[in-house]
């Protein structure tokens, strides 16, 4: 057994924020929540004083490289990353070698990941190879248990065979992740089009547009065919307004808002190199804004870290031939907690609920109160103390934020009876 003495109680399924003890018991399901639960005999403690006990986080948008390119991460060393972040739950993208376009590439990464100290899960791709040509299997797909159907990485350029996913995607109760990116607007990507980032570099850069096109196309492909569609790393103000307009329109639609969007701008670009080179990429100051205000309106539902790790060797090239993304796992929480709880815009129950509630509830992830009966997946958290990243239990360390002074940090997860620690 394990009891979690004098923490607090964050939890946004119940509305509680108060000071409570957490009793676990053999089977790793919650047994007791009150105020105060002595230790039974022979029971583990763990003291949670000055940290809150909240659901872990959910995130619906990280790559592990595996297959196929386990240099950079692979399944094991990427859930001890996602512990190491606070993370219950992640949701690995279909863009490995080979793509898991199929029931046996799914089960391989389900089945290396079953020991793991936090929950994996791996989405399936929509169309086979990535190629946008030929729809998987959803419901084979579906059965070998993909919580979600994305090509990311790549857009679904054709409206057509988009609008047919979307129509086979609602009959299988299938939720569609979109990367929207309109290919021919991005004349070279990783930095914001027109910036003086851009402009430094010599390269043009990827236009806004490239991202609200196809957020507009398939917000009406979404009212025609009821399809549930989840737009990913979304990244300025003209597409939160978009998501809002459709959501007003009764589309079945969602969002998603990584940490980096959400701390940095354009013009750290120059600041951190191809360390803040991504897809897509980071906007104005204006885009930042928006992104946070829709955060905490509703608009955008949820933070993904887009957790995209790449060799040394890779970062090292200069910006146009280096590969877009960034690692963000470990950070996630410090970063969000910095930029949005810190400052005032968000309040701790709003941040919980954007990283652990609002995405288990559209992946259909269920028993995550903090409550009896639920088993335990829990995240310790203190929200105060200083925090420097060095080190990092991911394989790579691509990310702007290694010593950046931040505040707050996950101090351990909780799976059953199991402690991680974080560090």
């Not at 109680?9 to 509680?16: A, F, G, K, Q, S």
Request: proline share 6%; with cysteine; aromatic share 4%.
């Amino acid at each position: 057994m394990l009891l979690i003495q004098n923490g607090r109680v964050l939890d946004p399924y119940t509305d509680t924020d108060a000071p409570r003890d957490v009793l676990i018991g053999e089977d790793g399901v919650i047994t007791q929540v009150a105020e105060r639960i002595e230790a039974p005999a022979g029971c583990t403690v763990y003291d949670a004083a000055g940290l809150t006990v909240s659901p872990g986080f959910v995130d619906g948008h990280v790559h592990f490289r595996d297959p196929g390119q386990t240099q950079k991460e692979d399944v094991l060393t990427g859930a001890a990353a996602a512990a190491n972040g606070g993370y219950a739950t992640v949701i690995c993208m279909a863009n490995t070698l080979p793509t898991c376009d199929t029931p046996e590439t799914i089960a391989y990464v389900t089945e290396k990941a079953k020991n793991c100290p936090v929950e994996v899960l791996q989405a399936g791709a929509v169309t086979y190879g990535l190629k946008g040509e030929r729809l998987t299997d959803f419901a084979a797909l579906r059965a070998a248990g993909a919580p979600c159907l994305t090509d990311d990485g790549i857009n679904l350029t054709s409206a057509g065979l988009c609008r047919t996913a979307m129509e086979q995607a609602a009959a299988q109760g299938m939720l569609l992740s979109f990367h929207e990116e309109e290919p021919s607007l991005v004349p070279s990507p990783g930095v914001n089009y027109g910036s003086a980032a851009a402009q430094a570099l010599g390269v043009p850069g990827a236009m806004v547009s490239a991202e609200t096109a196809m957020i507009a196309r398939d917000i009406a492909l979404a009212l025609d065919t009821g399809a549930r569609v989840l737009f990913q790393h979304v990244s300025a103000a003209q597409s939160a307004a978009l998501i809002r307009a459709g959501k007003q329109l009764g589309a079945r639609i969602y969002a998603e808002v990584t940490p980096h969007h959400l701390a940095l701008t354009e013009d750290d670009v120059l600041r951190h190199g191809t360390y803040a080179r991504m897809n897509p990429p980071l906007r104005t100051e204006a885009d930042r804004q928006a992104l946070i205000e829709a955060l905490a309106d509703g608009t955008i539902d949820m933070i993904a870290t887009d957790h995209a790790p790449h060799t040394a060797e890779e970062k090292a090239r200069e910006f146009a031939k280096a590969p877009s993304g960034i690692t963000g796992l470990e950070t996630a929480f410090s970063v969000c907690n910095t930029a949005l709880v810190q400052t005032g815009r968000l309040t701790p129950m709003q941040l919980i609920r954007r990283m652990s509630q609002a995405p288990a509830e559209i992946y259909g992830l269920t028993g995550r109160a903090v409550v009896p009966g639920h088993f335990a997946r829990l995240v310790l958290l203190d929200w105060t103390g200083e925090k420097v990243y060095t080190d990092y239990r991911s394989k790579a360390v691509n990310t702007p934020f290694t010593g950046m002074p931040l505040t707050g940090a996950p101090r351990a997860v909780v799976t059953g009876g199991r402690v991680t620690v974080c560090g």
